[in-house]
């Protein structure tokens, strides 16, 4: 069969030599008797649609919820940024626990004062991520306790103490542990 040859009686040949594929295409669309919403045309019948918004969950565990339910802008941005690198910087701790939330954050900045624990994220599914920048303050020798949660590599968890250091700390969750590295005493490189 060549190209000027329908395929079948019903089908028209609609693409012709001299005109550009755009012209060809629409030349094909202009006799579609269809409209957007179907035979009825653009203006045609509302139809018996999904008027639910999908959750974030769903979303990214690829289900509908209890009914059936459609993604909007919101939607794709909320459920995007949960994979995207956010990073919740500039936070201060004094002598307190902090909780990093992995839902809203893959990075974390932050500076301790006197000592602190960190304590096991929230919402931290097994597979997930997440890297903790932990400075000291100008005076220094601020502790950092963690959550049993945290295991080591090499066991080796011990902070910098000097005044304005920064450690870096990688977490990943691995079924009944977050597996947990160490960079201490980040810099500059000096030449």
């Not at 949960?82 to 900045?109: C, E, G, K, R, W």
């Amino acid at each position: 069969m060549s190209h000027i040859e329908p395929d079948g009686d019903t089908c028209k040949n609609y693409f012709k030599y001299g005109k550009s594929f755009p012209e060809n295409v629409k030349d094909a669309l202009t006799d579609i008797p269809y409209g957007a919403t179907g035979p009825v045309g653009a203006t045609g019948p509302a139809g018996s649609g999904v008027y639910q918004i999908a959750q974030v969950p769903d979303i990214l565990n690829g289900v509908n919820g209890d009914s059936a339910a459609y993604i909007d802008g919101s939607g794709w941005f909320h459920a995007s940024n949960q994979y995207s690198p956010l990073v919740n910087s500039n936070s201060s701790i004094s002598n307190t626990t902090y909780t990093p939330d992995a839902a809203d954050y893959n990075f974390f900045d932050i500076t301790i004062n006197g000592a602190c624990v960190l304590a096991a994220p929230n919402n931290m599914k097994n597979g997930r991520t997440i890297t903790i920048v932990v400075r000291q303050p100008s005076d220094g020798g601020a502790t950092l306790n963690y959550d049993t949660s945290y295991h080591f590599d090499g066991g080796y968890g011990e902070l910098t103490q000097e005044a304005d250091s920064k450690d870096v700390i990688v977490a990943t969750k691995i079924n009944d542990f977050i597996f947990t590295t160490i960079a201490s005493d980040v810099r500059q490189i000096t030449i």
